[in-house]
Nanobody
């Protein structure tokens, strides 16, 4: 079992910056993925970014490419989502997710077996 806890959400002005954090209850193994998803009002949950250990490539949704950056800390039990130049349409609940084990980068919810509770991000 892996517990995930997100933090860092809140209100931000369009064009500002915000960093989300996700702490996992155990250190990543050699083949894990961590990702960020989001669900806006009245919308389905969608993948935002994914990265991982063991040579897993980093992947972004087209809507956030060039603005958001996903990263892992050196211990590989924390994931971050740096949000630069957010837009009002980025307003959503952001969820951290982990795929254990993970063999390829994917933004499909079906690939993830652990989820955090979510953190609200509001861009105005």
């Amino acid at each position: 079992q892996v517990q995930l806890v997100e933090s860092g959400g809140g209100s931000v002005q369009a064009g500002g910056t915000l960093r989300l954090s996700c702490i996992a209850s155990r250190y990543a193994s050699t083949q894990d993925c961590m990702a960020w998803f989001r669900q806006g009002p009245g919308q389905e949950r969608e993948g935002v970014a994914v990265t991982g250990t063991g040579g897993i490539r980093t992947l972004y949704a087209d809507s956030v490419k060039g603005r958001f950056t996903i990263s892992l800390d050196n211990a590989k039990n924390k994931a971050y989502l740096q949000m630069n130049s957010p837009k009002p349409e980025d307003t959503a609940i952001y969820y951290c997710a982990a795929a254990v084990p993970c063999w390829y980068a994917s933004l499909s919810m079906a690939n993830y077996n652990y989820w955090g509770q979510g953190t609200q991000v509001t861009v105005s």
